[in-house]
């Protein structure tokens, strides 16, 4: 069974930098097509897009976020994490990580974690 | 956005509702769908513009065109209600859409 558990500070200042970590469990970062991307949704909003990492150590990511973003892994732990710098209040929302089986073949994101409420604030 | 999507549908339970996502990187992406009700995360509906994942009830189907793609609801039922987001599945970019509320009533 897949499961994926974000965990991560919910209160964060203005400027600061916000670290995500994804636990992921039922299978290894390493085995071939899967891959694991960070999405974020302001409350209320729609689902935003933002990293991705692959089996291959690949990373991917938004072209309007990327000089803010660093997705990496550690398959020591099985964990992927996030780092977003420069932190503003519209940065606020949940940030899911999800995982998908065959990401070289397009097959979409099968298995999301329960998400992770960050709210920026001074 | 860089995709297209009406804000809203409504259908009675038992019809069938459409939602289409438009897009210039539809052309040359796969789409997934993604259904999410208030308070939880998101679920695969669709991928690879047809796909049904193990699990999702076959009243849901996925069709592609051009630069369009379309969730299909046959015979919606209640629990159908939702949002439901559509995504372009680039090389290196997985754009969402700005979703679709979906209301059976």
């Known amino acids: 069974q897949v499961t994926l558990r974000e965990s991560g500070p919910a209160l964060m200042k203005p400027t600061q930098t916000l670290t995500v970590t994804c636990d992921v469990s039922?299978?290894?970062?390493?085995?071939?097509?899967?891959?694991v991307s960070w999405i974020r949704q302001p409350p209320g909003k729609a689902l935003e897009w933002l990293a991705r990492?692959?089996?291959?150590?690949?990373?991917y990511y938004s072209a309007s976020l990327k000089t803010r973003l660093k997705i990496s892994r550690d398959t020591s732990r099985n964990q992927v994490v996030l780092t977003m710098t420069n932190l503003d209040h519209v940065d606020t929302g949940t940030f899911y990580c999800?995982?998908?089986?065959?990401?070289?073949?397009?097959?979409?994101?099968?298995?999301w974690g329960q998400g992770a409420l960050v709210t920026v604030s001074s | 956005h860089e995709l297209a999507q009406p804000p809203s549908v409504s259908v009675s339970p038992g019809q069938t509702v459409t939602v289409t996502c438009s897009g210039d990187?539809?052309?040359?992406?796969?789409a997934c769908w993604y259904q999410q009700k208030p308070g939880q995360s998101p679920v695969m509906v669709i991928y690879?513009?047809?796909k049904r994942p193990s699990g999702i009830p076959d009243r849901f189907s996925g069709s592609a065109s051009g630069n369009t793609a379309t969730l299909t609801i046959t015979g919606a039922q209640p629990i159908d209600d939702a949002d439901y987001y559509c995504?372009?599945?680039?090389?290196?970019?997985?754009?969402f859409g700005p979703g679709t509320k979906v209301t059976v009533l």
């Open positions: 990187s539809l052309r040359e992406s796969y």
């Open positions: 995504q372009a599945w680039d090389i290196r970019s997985h754009v």
């Open positions: 690879q513009d047809t």
């Open positions: 999800a995982a998908g089986r065959a990401c070289i073949a397009s097959a979409g994101l099968d298995y």
């Open positions: 039922g299978f290894s970062l390493t085995t071939s097509g899967f891959c």
């Open positions: 990492i692959d089996w291959d150590n690949e990373e």
